[in-house]
């Protein structure tokens, strides 16, 4: 009975954050560039209560989590007219930069950017958005007519050379680890340098101005998954209960 309790206890401990991610995802459903997440249980050890027959007789003692990873499959495209906002078709990220210190960097793909007072290209935290050199985007003089091409080339009046926005691209995305804005950092402390920057051709995608990426989150997979999650907390916690009555049992038979 003592075994069934902590199941129990288990299985709504995991339940609980199984519900704590799916609204984390429904929270972002409209945020631009927001990658679901979702969580795995697995079993944990059983408790081998005989070895006297052919086979081990063991109880089980609940279940844990064993990875919650960040799906980052693209969102569906919506068009906003706005030549400074991309999105990108395939894969790989943008790179932006804290204008404060020069080796924080992280990845996105929210490309909401806009344009401050001195021409730079930034997001709406502030940082500095990268060209294939590792440079700020800047497009001066700023007011001045530009477009963007489906490589990441920057065209405007007046200047000689184009701009390319630069690219990053990941083997292993779900290694990402989030920090808010929609933005992400290499894992193991791994920093983004120049040399690994590259354009969209170099990867096999495309930028899209005047477009933004919405979330990849799906109301009704989300819905449904919540009703899973309240039916197995719902059970779990009458495992509970239903212990209880049976320990009840126990200590009314000395009455």
């Known amino acids: 009975m003592l075994r069934s309790m902590y199941s129990g206890v ?35 050890l059983s408790q081998t209560v005989s070895t006297s027959g052919a086979n081990p007789m063991q109880v089980g003692l609940g279940s844990s989590a064993a990875s919650l990873n960040v799906n980052h499959n693209p969102g569906s495209a919506i068009s906003t007219g706005v030549s400074t906002d991309l999105t990108i078709m395939g894969d790989g990220f943008f790179i932006v930069q804290s204008p404060e210190d020069e080796n924080e ?8 950017f806009t344009l401050d007072s001195e021409g730079y290209l930034i997001t709406a935290q502030g940082y500095n958005v990268l060209d294939t050199d590792g440079e ?3 497009i001066t003089p700023q007011g001045s007519n530009f ?19 630069g690219m990053f691209s990941v083997d292993n995305p779900t290694s990402l680890e989030k920090v808010g804005g929609s933005m992400y950092k290499l894992g193991n402390q791994e920093a983004i340098e ?25 109301l009704t997979e989300e819905f449904t998954e919540m009703i899973i999650a309240q039916r197995g907390f719902q059970a779990n916690s009458r495992t509970i209960t239903t212990s209880d009555e049976l320990l009840q049992e126990v200590v009314n038979l000395k009455r």
């Open 194 to 218: 120049n040399d690994a920057i590259s354009d969209a051709g170099a990867i096999n995608s495309q930028i899209g101005s005047g477009l933004l990426e919405m979330s990849n989150v799906d």
């Open 10 to 44: 288990a299985g709504m401990k995991n339940f609980q954050v199984k519900l704590d991610v799916i609204g984390n995802n429904i929270s972002n459903v409209n945020t631009i560039g927001f990658k679901k997440s979702s969580i795995q249980f697995q079993d944990l």
């Open 105 to 112: 960097r992280y990845l996105t793909r929210a490309g909401s």
């Open 136 to 138: 700020a985007v800047q």
């Open 147 to 165: 477009s963007i091409d489906r490589l990441g080339n920057i065209m405007q009046e007046g200047a000689e050379n184009a701009i390319q926005i």
